[in-house]
Structures are given as structure tokens and as C-alpha cells.
């Protein structure tokens, strides 16, 4: 099964940019439809972005819409997400996770996770 972890968290003042990379091992990344998700403290988990094994990407919530974009490279085996003009209310444990055959929608497709990474937004 495919292995993924995060990286590029921290903590950042509010209206800075981070740019999250989800590295996969043991197996390649591009039979996976991938996703990012999020949880704050007291929070159930949320479902932020996903995106197929091409490149198309799920509709952003109007929360992050407009500051957040997921990418991938395949040759790379890694997902990213961008994220500008961060707010507090950004500020959760970011993990990305790997949907091996039922897509990147709903949320519940997704198998396999990472171990997350901090971001925290000062404001």
C-alpha cells in the first residue's frame, strides 16, 4: 500500500503563503485520486480539496475558494497545496490522503493517510 507523508508546515502571521507537499513511497502515485483534508482542535475533520489521477480538481468550499490550489506531479510523487492569504481560522492539522479506486469524491473515498502537519496561523 502506498505510504504518504507531509510536509511544509509551520507557523506563518496572518496573509503569508505555505505550500504543503504530500510525498507518496511503495507505490506510485498516479493510480491514486488524491485529497487534502484538514482538522482544527474541537473540530471534526473537513474535507478541503481532491484531485484525480489527471489533474482535475473537486470545487474548492467557499472557505478556502480562490486561496487554496492542490497540484500534483506524478514523476514526482507528490500532491501539493498552495495556500495564500492564510487566516486564523486556517490554523489545523493538514493531511492528505490517497483514494485508490472510488475517486476523489465523496470524502469517504479516500484509504490511505498521512500522519499530518501543523499549520498555525497567528493573526
Known amino acids: 500500500q502506498v505510504q504518504l507523508v507531509e510536509s511544509g508546515g509551520g507557523l506563518v502571521e496572518a496573509g503569508g503563503s505555505l505550500r504543503l507537499s504530500c510525498a507518496a513511497s511503495r507505490r506510485t502515485l498516479s493510480r491514486y485520486a488524491m485529497g487534502w483534508f484538514r482538522q482544527a482542535p474541537g473540530k471534526e475533520r473537513e474535507f478541503v480539496v481532491g484531485?484525480?489521477?489527471?489533474?482535475?480538481?473537486?470545487n474548492y468550499p467557499d472557505s478556502v475558494k480562490g486561496r487554496f490550489t492542490i497540484s500534483r506531479n506524478n514523476a514526482q510523487n507528490t500532491v501539493y497545496l498552495q495556500m495564500n492569504s492564510l487566516k486564523a481560522e486556517d490554523t489545523a492539522v493538514y493531511y492528505c490522503?490517497?483514494?485508490?479506486?472510488?475517486?476523489?469524491?465523496?470524502?469517504?473515498?479516500?484509504?490511505?493517510w498521512g500522519q499530518g502537519t501543523q499549520v498555525t496561523v497567528s493573526s
Open positions: 490522503a490517497a483514494s485508490e479506486y472510488r475517486g476523489m469524491w465523496p470524502p469517504t473515498s479516500y484509504d490511505y
Open positions: 484531485i484525480s489521477w489527471t489533474g482535475v480538481s473537486t
